[in-house]
């Protein structure tokens, strides 16, 4: 009764906390502005025509935007009376469309698809082909939160048909970003990634600060999915920043939830209780079930971890209703698997069995790869739990299969790209050849035309000589005779040497060929061997986390586990750093934009406030002048994270880390500088090298895989910069990065 009591209370406070923030000056009262300019325009329109339609369908707009989902059905279907009265039949589309938006918000699907097959209705009968297939679209959007991935397929690629022949960025944007999330969904990694990667290029285009907010929080996705909770983090901080600059009550929602999931991963509970439990007080405002109910599912975890079960119950519950009331198998099915572990975690078998049967039905359901497997690997530690260690170990059998069947689909797409890259630079070193034999032909043809012309000179100076010859009666006949003998030995010599360069300069170019093989096999060696490596780790996880549900386990048991876990962990970092190597050394092209650097710096630092906590350091940050660049942020943000990473990691704790930015004339240089260990005088010949273990050891007992510096000197070479090391042995080091203002991508191009 108490613990329901505090609940409540956090709640009440939560929601004071949320209602202040939206009465303050913000940018949800600007929004709020431009519902109360709208709404006076319409009111003090006095003429019923199209123009007051396209008003009220924008105002239920923004009103969806702000979560006021009552008053933008009612505007919605005002415009749509009067565009029947008049006969606009695009006005009656653009509303359909408008509340079949606010409808799937609502979590209400079957009638949002039932809006939105209007909207097509009408689109399709005045051939407005574009907003038909932005209609398409939306339809996709509904059937991916019903977890029906085939039939949201479907629907992008006839939108996308139609988009081919009828051009719009904006709408092409909608059906990459979408199609990238419903594979995402079905586990397909790569495919959606290479969606969200089209999907970034198009915005480009467009320049909106929405699209490419929404391309980087499914980016944020992609990386929770793979255990990257850092760069998620990252990702799901800027995509919520920019939803409150850009008003969006709903997306600020999503936001919350994102970087409260974040903080999740990141084993961060109080901070993710404090996102979430903000995401669902605005979800319960805006009245949106789907995002409560995924809310609740991730407060559940959350407090599980926390150690409050009754909370974590009472959330998962709450978790599971909604998900009912509004049909939505998606997030059912991850609240069944979250409760299923919390009754796991706390014995309660007969709960833990009930909740397990109906997630694996519901993931069967979806046709959702990911739920699926997690499904197997909470039966098969249910089994465990339950002593049934055969059947246990054959649902992680099923785990473990559908889990190599995702990876498998990777790893084969890996191979064709590698083989459709072999082919490509097969093809472009033929066009090479056949371009310099071209100039060989066309050399040899204006040696002709030389040597044609030599030759005439020569026979003219031949007759010449000849004449004199006669006319001086052959007096140096023999002088002239030993003259030639010495320039015909001379060109003999010479042809010799000519052909002897050219033997070594064709054995030359085949070791460079054979070389150029040579790297690109290792590289793909080492990408195939990374990934192969990978698997059986995970299965050796996976099979610890069985073995730890056992409550008889001795002390020394527990800490072999721990062991065997850690040696699984830093296996795979040390393969994602490999990936990440081969990866930067291979590409090229860079994606270059304008950064200001001292608030992108600013903005990077405050994500270590955990690990400087936690060794009780101090990161100070000092600049003289606002600096800008034009480089690749994401390898900027790579180089800087690794560097700064590694501080933290040498310094004991109390220690001091300082980051500076200085403005030279044509570069900036940005220096970092800990009072670590340092690096013996014997290791500084050797500190970009792969693999290289230094004398200096981290003070957490973190890991180090001996490739971070190897890949930040990479990187700093790949946008044009140049990066020293200053140490003393015992009394710390500072890195020193300098790097040119603006880089152009021919620039890039040329150093690479």
């Not at 109360?36 to 396209?54: F, P």
């Not at 707009?61 to 279907?77: I, K, M, T």
């Not at 990440?580 to 092209?589: C, F, G, H, R, T």
């Not at 500072?734 to 690479?752: C, K």
């Amino acid at each position: 009764m108490l613990r329901d009591v505090f609940f409540l209370l956090r709640c009440i406070v939560c929601s004071l906390i949320v209602a202040f923030s939206l009465l303050s000056p913000s940018p949800l009262r600007a929004q709020q502005n431009k519902i109360d300019s709208l709404k006076a325009l319409i009111s003090q329109h006095n003429n019923e025509d199209t123009l007051l339609v396209n008003n009220m369908v924008q105002l239920s707009r923004h009103l969806y935007w702000s979560g006021n989902y009552d008053e933008a059905l009612d505007y919605a279907q005002r415009a749509r009376s009067l565009s029947r009265t008049l006969g606009f039949q695009k006005g009656e589309g653009i509303a359909w469309l408008a509340s079949g938006h606010t409808q799937l918000r609502r979590g209400k699907y079957d009638s949002a698809l039932r809006h939105f097959g209007n909207a097509r209705a009408s689109f399709a009968a005045i051939n407005n082909y574009r907003s038909l297939a932005n209609s398409h679209v939306y339809t996709g959007q509904a059937y991916d939160y019903l977890a029906q991935y085939d039939k949201a397929l479907e629907h992008y690629k006839i939108a996308l048909g139609i988009i081919e022949e009828y051009p719009d960025d904006a709408i092409l944007f909608k059906i990459q970003n979408s199609t990238g999330v419903t594979y995402l969904k079905k586990g397909s990694y790569e495919t959606a990634l290479e969606y969200y990667l089209m999907s970034l290029k198009t915005c480009e285009k467009l320049n909106d600060k929405l699209y490419y907010a929404s391309t980087l929080n499914n980016i944020g996705v992609v990386y929770i999915d793979i255990l990257q909770y850092d760069e998620a983090l990252k990702y799901f901080l800027r995509y919520l920043k920019t939803m409150k600059e850009l008003q969006h009550t709903q997306s600020i929602a999503v936001g919350m939830l994102n970087v409260g999931e974040a903080h999740m991963n990141l084993q961060h509970y109080r901070e993710a209780v404090h996102y979430l439990d903000s995401a669902l007080v605005i979800y319960r405002q805006i009245d949106e079930k789907r995002g409560q109910s995924l809310a609740h599912s991730n407060l559940g975890y959350s407090y599980k971890n926390l150690h409050d079960y009754s909370n974590a119950a009472t959330h998962y519950e709450h978790a599971i209703r909604i998900a009912e009331q509004i049909k939505s198998n998606e997030a059912l099915v991850k609240a069944l698997i979250g409760a299923t572990e919390l009754y796991l975690k706390i014995g309660d078998i007969k709960k833990a069995s009930v909740h397990m049967d109906r997630a694996q039905v519901t993931a069967k359901i979806t046709g959702s790869m990911l739920e699926l497997e997690k499904a197997y690997l909470f039966h098969s530690k249910l089994d465990s739990a339950r002593g049934n260690y055969r059947e246990a170990y054959q649902w992680f059998k099923k785990y473990s299969a559908l889990n190599d069947s995702l990876f498998n689909e990777s790893k084969s797409r890996q191979v064709l790209q590698m083989r459709e890259l072999y082919e490509s630079e097969k093809k472009d070193k033929e066009i090479i050849l056949l371009s310099e034999a071209k100039k060989l032909e066309e050399a040899k043809l204006s040696g002709n035309r030389k040597l044609l012309w030599v030759s005439v000179t020569f026979l003219t100076a031949i007759i010449i000589g000849i004449l004199y010859w006669v006319y001086v009666k052959s007096r140096h006949s023999k002088v002239l005779t030993a003259q030639n003998e010495k320039i015909s030995d001379a060109y003999a010599a010479l042809k010799k040497l000519m052909d002897k360069v050219e033997d070594q300069n064709r054995m030359l170019a085949q070791k460079n060929e054979t070389l150029e093989d040579l790297h690109r096999e290792k590289d793909g060696l080492i990408g195939v061997v990374a990934h192969d490596l990978r698997s059986p780790l995970n299965r050796i996880a996976g099979l610890t986390q069985i073995l730890a549900f056992n409550s008889h386990l001795s002390t020394e048991e527990k800490e072999i586990i721990t062991i065997i876990q850690k040696v699984c962990k830093d296996g795979n970092g040390l393969i994602r750093d490999l990936l990440d190597i081969n990866q930067y050394e291979n590409s090229e092209a860079l994606n270059i934009t304008e950064i200001s650097l001292t608030h992108y710096v600013s903005s990077l630092l405050g994500h270590y406030t955990h690990q400087l906590d936690k060794k009780d350091l101090k990161m100070f940050f000092e600049y003289e002048t606002e600096a800008s660049i034009k480089t690749d942020a994401s390898y900027l943000d790579r180089i800087l994270d690794n560097i700064i990473t590694n501080a933290i990691k040498f310094s004991p704790a109390g220690r001091n880390i300082y980051v500076r930015i200085l403005k030279q004339r044509e570069t900036v240089k940005i220096v970092i500088q800990d009072e670590g260990q340092g690096f013996h005088p014997d290791d500084l010949p050797h500190l970009f090298r792969k693999f290289k273990k230094l004398s200096a050891r981290p003070t957490g007992g973190e890991s180090s895989t001996g490739l971070g510096l190897s890949i930040v000197k990479s990187l700093v070479e790949k946008i044009k910069g140049s990066i020293k090391v200053e140490s003393t042995w015992g009394k710390g080091a500072t890195f020193v990065i300098e790097l040119p203002q603006e880089i152009t991508q021919e620039r890039a191009e040329i150093h690479s």
